[in-house]
């Protein structure tokens, strides 16, 4: 069987790109993901079951056995079938030259960093631009091969990051681009006319794989570095953390409070004081307000968060 257009994904942002080419471009022919059980071996941020797009469009889904496409049941698949044009979102692994070979127009994601490929290699882009207090987000579409987010462009488009937005929020202007992105890219496949440039003059740089140990807070940082973590990591992300005594607090959502009230009587970390359930904390250079926490106890002044 011959699937022309077809979408890699584990996430709901998945779900969301899926219905958007299905309701306004033109039919999504199949859905590649992974199976529950292959979230229990591999940490997916938002994962979401895309079997429910088969009851409500009449998709097929493919559950592969393996992140990486290599189970005997997805090699079977892909050697049975013709493919044109394949479409990642959401999908957080290399996909092999196996799978890439047998789509005759290519297999297209998404990367993005500040500058341009390949500066900004590497995991998690999103979350370490807002971490590293980035101020513009250069998303491409580019097309794969078998190493990682090669500068392989077919078109970019750009969107601010603000000190207002945190991971979920850069993640909805990142959907907006995305979108935009793929209606040109599925206009020229239709067109027969796939543009590709490979000529980047800027160099290597790598972003270092994320884990959920990464969002400790030291609070010994300044309150912009410690800021920019907790809102680079807030859900659907684990959440930034520190420890009270034996308690774990994850901090979803804060705000720099203060840089000229004199705090020197309180140690960085230790609670000033608390108002309508919200703490401020001492930083080093100032003061932070949760706005939202989440812990087995309740934070109050004097506590010390390590």
Same mark, same amino acid.
């Given at each position: 069987?011959r699937y022309k257009?077809?979408?890699f994904?584990v996430?709901?942002t998945s779900?969301?790109?899926?219905?958007?080419i299905q309701?306004?471009i033109c039919p999504?022919d199949?859905v590649i993901t992974?199976?529950p059980?292959v979230?229990?071996k591999n940490?997916?941020?938002?994962?979401?079951? @895309?079997?429910?797009?088969? /009851? &409500?469009y009449?998709?097929p889904?493919h559950e %592969?056995?393996?992140? *990486?496409?290599?189970?005997?049941?997805?090699?079977r698949?892909?050697a049975e079938n013709?493919?044109?044009?394949?479409?990642?979102?959401g999908?957080?692994?290399l996909?092999?030259?196996?799978v890439?070979?047998?789509?005759a127009?290519?297999?297209?994601?998404?990367?993005g960093?500040?500058?341009?490929?390949?500066?900004?290699?590497?995991?998690?882009?999103?979350n370490w631009?807002?971490i590293?207090?980035?101020t513009r987000?250069?998303?491409? @579409?580019?097309?794969?091969? /078998? &190493?990682?987010?090669s500068?392989?462009?077919? %078109?970019?488009?750009? *969107?601010?990051?603000?000190?207002h937005?945190?991971?979920?929020?850069?993640?909805?202007?990142?959907?907006?681009?995305?979108?935009n992105?793929?209606?040109?890219?599925l206009a020229?496949?239709a067109?027969?006319?796939?543009r590709?440039r490979?000529?980047s003059?800027?160099f290597?740089?790598?972003?270092?794989?994320?884990t959920a140990?990464d969002g400790?807070?030291?609070?010994?940082?300044?309150?912009?570095?410690?800021y920019?973590?907790?809102?680079?990591v807030?859900?659907?992300?684990?959440g930034?953390f520190a420890?009270?005594g034996e308690?774990?607090?994850?901090?979803?959502?804060?705000?720099?409070?203060d840089e000229?009230?004199d705090?020197s009587?309180y140690?960085p970390?230790?609670i000033?004081?608390?108002?309508?359930g919200?703490?401020?904390?001492?930083?080093?250079?100032?003061s932070?307000l949760?706005?939202?926490y989440?812990?087995g106890?309740?934070?109050?002044?004097?506590?010390?968060?390590?």
């Amino acid at each position: 069987m011959r699937y022309k257009v077809v979408v890699f994904g584990v996430k709901d942002t998945s779900e969301n790109i899926v219905e958007f080419i299905q309701n306004t471009i033109c039919p999504v022919d199949l859905v590649i993901t992974i199976s529950p059980e292959v979230t229990k071996k591999n940490q997916v941020s938002g994962y979401k079951g @895309l079997a429910v797009l088969t /009851e &409500k469009y009449g998709i097929p889904v493919h559950e %592969a056995d393996s992140y *990486f496409l290599t189970d005997d049941k997805t090699q079977r698949f892909l050697a049975e079938n013709e493919f044109d044009i394949g479409i990642s979102m959401g999908w957080q692994r290399l996909i092999p030259k196996s799978v890439l070979d047998r789509f005759a127009c290519g297999i297209y994601g998404f990367h993005g960093n500040c500058g341009y490929l390949p500066f900004g290699r590497g995991r998690s882009p999103l979350n370490w631009s807002i971490i590293l207090g980035d101020t513009r987000f250069n998303l491409n @579409l580019f097309r794969y091969d /078998e &190493k990682a987010d090669s500068p392989n462009v077919f %078109a970019t488009e750009m *969107f601010s990051l603000t000190p207002h937005d945190d991971i979920r929020t850069a993640q909805y202007k990142n959907m907006i681009c995305s979108k935009n992105l793929i209606r040109r890219l599925l206009a020229a496949y239709a067109a027969g006319d796939i543009r590709v440039r490979t000529d980047s003059r800027d160099f290597d740089s790598w972003y270092g794989k994320r884990t959920a140990a990464d969002g400790r807070i030291d609070f010994h940082e300044r309150t912009r570095n410690i800021y920019n973590l907790i809102r680079g990591v807030a859900a659907p992300f684990p959440g930034a953390f520190a420890m009270c005594g034996e308690d774990k607090v994850t901090v979803w959502k804060a705000q720099p409070f203060d840089e000229m009230i004199d705090f020197s009587a309180y140690a960085p970390g230790e609670i000033i004081d608390v108002f309508d359930g919200k703490p401020i904390v001492r930083t080093v250079d100032g003061s932070l307000l949760i706005d939202s926490y989440e812990s087995g106890r309740e934070l109050r002044a004097g506590d010390i968060l390590q």
